[in-house]
C-alpha cells in the first residue's frame, strides 16, 4: 500500500467547535511516533526501533486494519485510540482526537459478513465531527453507505478515499467526549508501565 495520503488534494472544509477548520490527508512526513513521559527525569525514554519485526499473528482482521488507519492518522496529527466507548454499550473500532479538536470515528471491517452483522454504527454518528468505514482492497466498497468516508487500509498503512459529511459535535459533548477520551488513553499508558495498577 502506498504511503498514507488522500486520493488527491481536495481539501474539506469543516466546523469544530465553532471554528473554521480544514481536514487534512495523511502527509507522508516525518513525525514523532513513541512519547515517553517518566516521572523519574534521569531515566531515558525506551528506544524502539522503527524497523523492528511486529507479531501480528495475534491480532484479528479488524484489529490489523485497526493499525493501518492508527498509522495514517497518527501521521496526520490525530490521536488514535482503539476499541473506544464512548458511552456504555457503544465501543468504536478507532476514535481519533484531531489537532483542532475535530472527533472522528472509524469503524474497520474485514468482511462483507462482518459489516452486515453490524447494527449498531448509525450509533455512533452522535460522538464524531466525521465518521468513517476502512476496509481492505477485497471489500466490496459499493455495499457501503455512500453518504459516509471510506479508508483503504491493511496492517501497516491506510489511505482515505472519501470524506463524509461533517456533522460538528455540540460544545458540551465535545468536551466530556475528550475528558473521557483523555482520562482512557493515560490509564492505558499508565497500564502499559503498571500492569498491576488497575488491581490495585
Not at 15 to 27: D, I, M, N, Q, S
Not at 87 to 97: K, S, Y
Request: with cysteine.
Amino acid at each position: 500500500m502506498q504511503p498514507c495520503h488522500e486520493k488527491s488534494s481536495t481539501r474539506h472544509p469543516a466546523t469544530y467547535g465553532g471554528e473554521r477548520g480544514t481536514a487534512r490527508g495523511c502527509e507522508s512526513s516525518s513525525f514523532v511516533q513513541n512519547v515517553f513521559m517518566s516521572e523519574r527525569p534521569d531515566v531515558s525514554p525506551p528506544v524502539i526501533s522503527a524497523n523492528a519485526p511486529a507479531d501480528l499473528s495475534s491480532l484479528a482482521p479488524g484489529q490489523l486494519l485497526a493499525r493501518g488507519v492508527g498509522r495514517c492518522l497518527s501521521a496526520m496529527g490525530f490521536a488514535p485510540l482503539m476499541e473506544f466507548t464512548p458511552e456504555r454499550g457503544r465501543r468504536v473500532d478507532v476514535m481519533a482526537l484531531g489537532p483542532k479538536g475535530q472527533v472522528w470515528i472509524v469503524e474497520c471491517k474485514s468482511s462483507l459478513a462482518d459489516f452486515r452483522s453490524d447494527t449498531k454504527w448509525q450509533g455512533y454518528l452522535p460522538w464524531c465531527d466525521q465518521f468513517f468505514w476502512a476496509v481492505d482492497t477485497d471489500f466490496p466498497q459499493e455495499v457501503l453507505p455512500p453518504d459516509t468516508g471510506l479508508i483503504l487500509a491493511d496492517a501497516w498503512d491506510a489511505h482515505i478515499l472519501r470524506h463524509g459529511p461533517v456533522t460538528p459535535l455540540a460544545g458540551a459533548r465535545r468536551k466530556a467526549l475528550t475528558l473521557r477520551f483523555a482520562q482512557n488513553a493515560a490509564l492505558r499508558l499508565q497500564r502499559l508501565h503498571d500492569p498491576v495498577a488497575g488491581a490495585v
